[in-house]
Structures are given as structure tokens and as C-alpha cells.
């Protein structure tokens, strides 16, 4: 019996590219580098910011990423003001979550954003107390796909791993389920295709939230 969901934050539960790439653009040209186009920033996200600059910093120029601590600062700040920017939930999210909490299904987030920013996002988006859990990147625990996450977020939520879904739309979300033991549903609607879902070794991919309520 599934007794807790734990989803990714970025394309899983909320389309945030747009304030992933004005953040990043925003960097870039206080750097006084080229800027980078949106599809490229949405092929660099889900690992992490560190991951995301180092690689945007490559793509614009910089092919040594000599600057990637000046950058991570300034994107630090700029980010932090500009994390909900343009961030909706994807369509059917909203009622899947209220169809989940109406089963008594608990609710989590685990996500590689910093942790500041995955709880800003999370609280604005989904108004009222929706998530029993809410996880970004902190230090004391791995980014994904570390296991130590979802570990840290079951044990909080007093549940088995066998108990579990863990819902992701890339393949560090493919990566993070298989290492945690966790049955992991893999989403069609978030940042990585079909094709790059299934190349990454999903099995279970589902097109609609409300596909998800047919799992539980």
C-alpha cells in the first residue's frame, strides 16, 4: 500500500524555466558574458545549481568555468528574488494533490534547489498546508541522485521505502529512485523528453497527473 508520495520540485510538480533562465540570463550579462538560449538551460537544470552554472557558464563563453564561484554568487542573489518568476503549476497538478491528501497520502518534495528557494516555491505556489515535508539542497545532505534524501524524508514521514513513489521528470529522478529502492514514476509533461526518460532506464512514465491516482 502506498502511503507517501515524494515528488521533484522543477518539472515535476511546477513549470519554473522561466525563472531558471531570466535568472541565469540575468547572471550571464552581469558577467558580461553571450547569453544562452532557453532550451539549452532547460537540458543543463535538475542536477543542481552548481551543476546549472557550470554548465551555462561553458555554453557562454567561459569553457574553463574559471568564474563559476563568482557566478554561483551572483545567481545566488539574483535567483533568490526572482525563484517564482513566472512559476505555475502544471495543469491537473492541483487536484491530483488534493485527490492524494483526500486518501490520506503524505505529501513531500525533494528537490536539487537550494533549500531556500524549493520551500519559497513550494509555499507560494501551493497555497495552505499542503506538503508534509518540504526538502531542497542543504549541507548535511547529498543533491540527488543520493539516496540520503529520500531516506531523510521517510524517516521524517515515519514510512517504508516500499510504501513510497518517488515522481520525477528526469533521469537524476530515475537515478534517485533506483538508488533509494523506491517504486519511481517517471513524468512526460516536465523538462526531459519520452525518449531521454527511457534512454535514462525509466519504466514507468505516465503522461497526465492524473495518471498518478491510478498507482496509489
Known amino acids: 500500500m502506498i502511503k507517501a508520495c515524494i515528488f521533484d520540485l522543477d518539472g515535476t510538480l511546477t513549470d519554473t524555466i522561466d525563472s531558471l533562465a531570466y535568472s541565469v540570463g540575468e547572471t550571464l550579462k ?12 532547460q537540458s543543463f537544470v535538475g542536477n543542481g545549481a552548481k551543476y546549472l552554472l557550470d554548465k551555462a557558464l561553458r555554453a557562454a563563453g567561459d569553457t574553463d568555468a574559471d568564474r563559476l564561484n563568482e557566478a554561483m554568487e551572483i545567481y545566488g542573489r539574483i535567483f533568490d528574488e526572482n525563484c517564482t518568476y513566472h512559476v505555475t503549476a502544471y ?16 505529501l513531500a518534495v525533494l528537490s536539487n534547489k537550494p533549500h531556500r528557494q524549493t520551500v519559497k516555491v513550494a509555499q507560494e505556489i501551493f497555497v495552505g498546508d499542503v506538503f508534509d515535508a518540504l526538502q531542497g539542497q542543504q549541507e548535511g545532505i547529498p543533491r ?4 540520503e534524501g529520500i531516506y531523510a524524508i521517510l524517516e521524517k514521514l515515519g514510512v517504508s521505502k516500499e510504501e513510497c513513489l518517488y515522481v520525477g521528470d528526469s533521469e537524476v529522478d530515475v537515478a534517485t529512485g533506483a538508488a533509494a529502492g ?21 519504466s514507468l512514465i505516465i503522461r497526465s497527473p492524473e495518471e498518478l491516482l491510478g498507482l496509489i
Open 91 to 106: 495543469r491537473g497538478i492541483e487536484r491530483m494533490i488534493e485527490k492524494l491528501k483526500e486518501k490520506e497520502v503524505k
Open 144 to 147: 540527488k541522485p543520493s539516496p
Open 182 to 202: 523506491t517504486k519511481t514514476v517517471s513524468v512526460a509533461w516536465g523538462f526531459r523528453t519520452e525518449d531521454q526518460l527511457r534512454a535514462a532506464g525509466a
Open 30 to 41: 552581469e558577467m558580461g558574458l553571450k547569453p544562452i538560449t532557453k532550451a539549452q538551460c
